[in-house]
């Protein structure tokens, strides 16, 4: 595996662990530095790109899960291949790319969790309930406030080298 | 050159391959995966911990020093419940009453958390002590004396707490003053909810809940919460009531699991 890929995997690792220990300073709500990582990378490196780092960043969410596997590494999955695809759309360095994509994709993870959750304990789970119930203030302050330092940290860490090595594994754009 | 497509369709098929996986099966990777990476969890969760108790040292000294001052007063309550329950236990057996509070807890393990569910939207607990250390599946767990969730995983040197303020979590519960029984459960944005209260039973902010010890798996009169809010659903024949837990869920550092 050539060195951005690998690069990318291993700042996701870390970042798992930079927000496992980030719960200790903020215990109510932890920023979701994992998604934020996994944006950037796929916002250079395209859909299958994402949908990879997005199928490995899963992985750490479920051993935190209970039940069946695939759930979370599904949703970060989808997460992934969809900024991957937007990579040709949205510039990295704007306001949208660094700021408010995180923070919707955040919001779509957390009611994407919260339907799962309500499709496996209820009979009919509600669409709007779950809309309300997944929507935190702390969550979207979180996530505004830390996604450009993250982005700005792995700007210079990646050095533009992740679009290239993406390019590499046959990325479709 | 990847063809698009065809990734995008073996991932369904590994994602839905995975689904699939029977529940045992699924608990033994889990407990795999988790033991791989229970070291560097807990070197970031240390090096954060340390970081945090430094920057709070001014408000963990006053705490200190809070904590001395209840610690005296709770020894004089609990010289009084202690003489309380002898007498209840000399009353029980003059009565010849089966007990229903269950002996003291046959065993307890103390484990440090190493790791917490990093998503919002599960409260799992990663704990440092396994089946070694004779933690099984479904011990209760708790938090002081107050019961914060139950051994849901367990491997050999790690295992998963799921908390009761996870919205998988179901508990038995009963009201302490009224010995109104219901369910008490976690809800999405954080905190516990006790549903099926009789709309004829009187609850107030500030009632405690304890455990009912139906279903088996926990002991009856553990601490639970106390009520923070009241209500009557539309439509329903009970109320809902949302339920502080006693235990700080979201700073445990050491657990007691116990059976």
Known sequence: ?173 | MLKPNRVFFAAAVFLLALAAVPLPQTAGIRSFVTSLLKTPILLSKTAAQTAADLVRFRENAAENRRLTEALGRARTTEFRAREAFLENERLTRILGLKQAVPPPLKRAVTARVIGRSPSTWNRVLLIDKGTRDGIHVNMPVLSGLSLAGKIIESGPTASKVLLVSDPNSRVGVMLQSSRHQGILYGVFSGGCRMKYIPVSAAVAPGDTVETAGFGGFFPKGLAVGTVRRVWKEPGQIYQVADVDPLADLARLEEVLCVE
Request: glycine residues 10%.
């Open chain 1, 1 to 173: 595996m050539n060195s951005g890929p690998k690069r990318a995997f291993v700042c996701l690792f870390a970042l798992f662990l930079a927000q496992n220990a980030a719960q200790y300073v903020f215990p109510e709500s932890t920023p979701p530095l994992v998604l934020i990582g996994l944006l950037f990378f796929a916002l250079s490196g395209g859909p299958l790109y994402g949908l990879a780092l997005g199928l490995f960043a899963g992985i750490f969410f479920e051993i935190f899960g209970i039940g069946k596997m695939g759930l979370q590494m599904a949703v970060f999955g989808v997460l992934g291949a969809s900024a991957g695809a937007l990579s040709s759309k949205i510039f990295r360095e704007s306001l949208f790319g660094e700021i408010l994509l995180p923070a919707a994709a955040n919001y779509f993870a957390a009611v994407a969790n919260c339907l799962i959750l309500k499709t496996l304990l209820e009979a009919d789970p509600d669409l709007w309930s779950a809309l309300g119930e997944a929507f935190s203030w702390r969550q979207l302050i979180l996530t505004l406030l830390f996604s450009p330092l993250i982005f700005s940290a792995l700007r210079r860490v990646s050095s533009g080298r992740g679009g290239a090595a993406a390019s590499r594994l046959g990325v479709w754009r």
